[in-house]
């Protein structure tokens, strides 16, 4: 075994991710000690002067298998309103007759003046027979064409166990608005037919995207969802890249439909990882909060003056399709995905069978039901992750505490979604993306992406906890700021002890060597990752 001595750095050392300049010693694949005083020798010495060494990043939520194709489709963030969409569906039908689907990613559908997306009739006359695909920023809600819809084998009629997730007009005729498990139904069918049309290139595309995660100093990834058949593809791809990759699996038909019980999933480990599911107890764009009654007339009022804003009733419209369930002291949107006779039988499938879950629950409604039912069935903390929780009050931060369940939250939205959540007011009722409550009641947080719902750079994630600005500057809500180590713990040694792999233990002797490498105070704006190592290599480099 190589010995490698790191001197000149600032370490971010221990379970604790204290900075401190050190020296840091590595044997081979793993640590084998670092410290303050006379470095020991070694066989090698890399001075890394000015730089910081950071545990490697650990992203808990990521989907690589959908991020690997979005170079595939176009970009709709900019897009300002349904004029903007539809020419860009006609230039895309234009430019490539052979796509087997237009393919466009991230539309923030709240900013246009129309609050709607394209319906599939205006897509069809921009893009005549052709299947076109335009998923909103949170990949929950998209438009699909007639031919898309057919070629997902949507019904066209009403009933099913789809129900409110296809919009219909009076006549009953799919809209080409889907929702949750009828848009990851589509979804999933225009993946798979657009690897088909890629052919043998699929490894490439996907090695591509593990190269990208490297190159910003993630040195393990989670998907937080693979359709089952394609586990053994996963497998293959953990065998090509150095990168650490672990995923979650779940319905073969699409991410968001019910889970199928723990007889479905693929015989374990999943890569660096073991077993897990992914359960969706709301919804992204419908998802299920519980508000104080005075919340009703103030989103109303956030609505209105948006819409004034955009001289256009498309924000109104939208709100008022919303459901709201009035009571005498709160109100609440119906969007649970299960009752809890279900989720609670699933809970207890999966947990017999040892499959760790990944709980979906934006809402604090959602967030609540979960925790109350992994308490209930007496799921070992070890099997339990909730996801996002991004709207929360001290008694669900204190249910899902006493869950043991680990929380993987995601302050890259605060850049990109904080103006649409400020629009709509929510954050004078609720916490949101609340890490500092979290943390004081005593839940083990994790930091993720959600990458490309979220912003995939973990530098940026990183500053986001700390500094909670949105773009102009404002802050939201700045007493839920984490503190730098807490930030860098939630996003390296807290996440890996999430997953039950390798690295919850930080840089120390014994652990693996697994490394992200910064120019500069990884909080400086300017700094970058310049080298990523796994297991005692480097795996990239600038
Ligand atoms: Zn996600």
Redesign the pocket.
């Known amino acids: 075994m190589t010995t490698r001595l790191i001197t000149g750095a600032t370490v971010w050392s221990g379970p604790a991710c204290t900075p401190e300049p050190a020296w840091l010693l590595l044997d081979g694949g793993r640590v084998a000690g670092t410290g303050t005083g006379a470095p020991p020798p070694a066989d090698e010495v890399v001075d890394l002067a000015g730089h910081h060494v950071l545990p490697g990043f650990v992203d808990v939520?990521l989907?690589l298998t959908q991020a690997a194709w979005y170079p595939h489709g176009g970009d709709a963030w900019r897009w300002r309103g349904l004029a903007d969409a539809l020419d860009a569906v006609r230039a895309a039908a234009a430019a490539d007759p052979a796509a087997p689907w237009l393919l466009f990613w991230d539309a923030a559908r709240w900013t246009w003046p129309e609050g709607r997306l394209p319906t599939a009739r205006e897509l069809d006359q921009a893009a005549p027979g052709r299947r076109v695909l335009i998923s909103t920023a949170d990949?929950h809600r998209g438009a699909v064409s007639p031919a898309g819809l057919a070629a997902a084998g949507l019904p066209a009629g009403r009933g099913g166990e789809l129900g409110d997730d296809i919009s219909r007009d009076r006549r009953g005729r799919p809209t080409g608005e889907l929702w949750e498990a009828a848009f990851g139904i589509a979804l999933q069918r225009a993946l798979t037919d657009t690897e088909d049309h890629a052919g043998g290139g699929v490894g490439a595309v996907l090695a591509a995207e593990a190269r990208r995660c490297l190159s910003l100093g993630i040195t393990h990834a989670h998907d937080?969802y693979v359709p089952p058949g394609w586990h053994d593809r996963m497998t293959w791809l953990r065998s090509a890249t150095p990168l650490r990759l672990s995923w979650a699996t779940g319905p073969a038909a699409g991410m968001h439909s019910p889970a199928p019980g723990p007889d479905a999933a693929p015989g374990g480990p999943y890569g660096d990882s073991g077993r897990e599911v992914k359960l969706f107890a709301d919804g992204g764009d419908r998802c299920a909060i519980r508000l104080p009654s005075r919340a009703a007339l103030g989103l109303l009022r956030g609505a209105v003056q948006q819409s004034l804003r955009l001289r256009r009733p498309g924000p109104l419209r939208e709100a008022l399709r919303r459901r709201l369930v009035i009571r005498p002291r709160h109100v609440h949107t119906p969007y649970l995905r299960y009752t809890d006779t279900e989720l609670a039988r699933l809970m207890a499938r999966y947990a017999g069978a040892g499959v760790r879950m990944r709980i979906h629950a934006l809402g604090n409604l959602a967030g609540g039901q979960a925790a109350r039912l992994l308490q209930q069935a007496g799921v070992p903390p070890a099997l339990a992750t909730i996801?996002h929780l991004m709207l929360l009050d001290p008694a669900t931060a204190d249910r899902v505490a006493a869950s043991g369940a680990s929380v993987s939250y995601q302050p890259g939205f605060i850049p990109r979604y904080g103006d649409m959540l400020t629009g709509m007011r929510v954050d004078r009722y609720a916490t949101v993306l609340g890490g500092r409550r979290l943390l004081q009641a005593g839940v083990p947080l994790v930091l993720s992406s959600?990458y490309p719902?979220g912003p995939l750079d973990p530098l940026a994630n990183l500053r986001a906890a700390v500094d909670r600005r949105y773009p102009g500057g404002r802050e939201l809500q700045p007493e839920e700021a984490l503190s730098r180590e807490e930030a860098v713990r939630a996003a390296t040694v807290s996440a890996a002890a999430s997953l039950g792999a390798l690295g919850a233990g930080g840089i120390q002797a014994g652990q693996p060597a697994d490394l992200a490498v910064c120019d500069g105070d990884p909080f400086a704006p300017a700094t970058r990752v310049t080298q990523t190592w796994v297991a005692g290599t480097v795996a990239w480099s600038s």
């Open positions: 939520h989907h990949m937080p996801d959600d719902s």
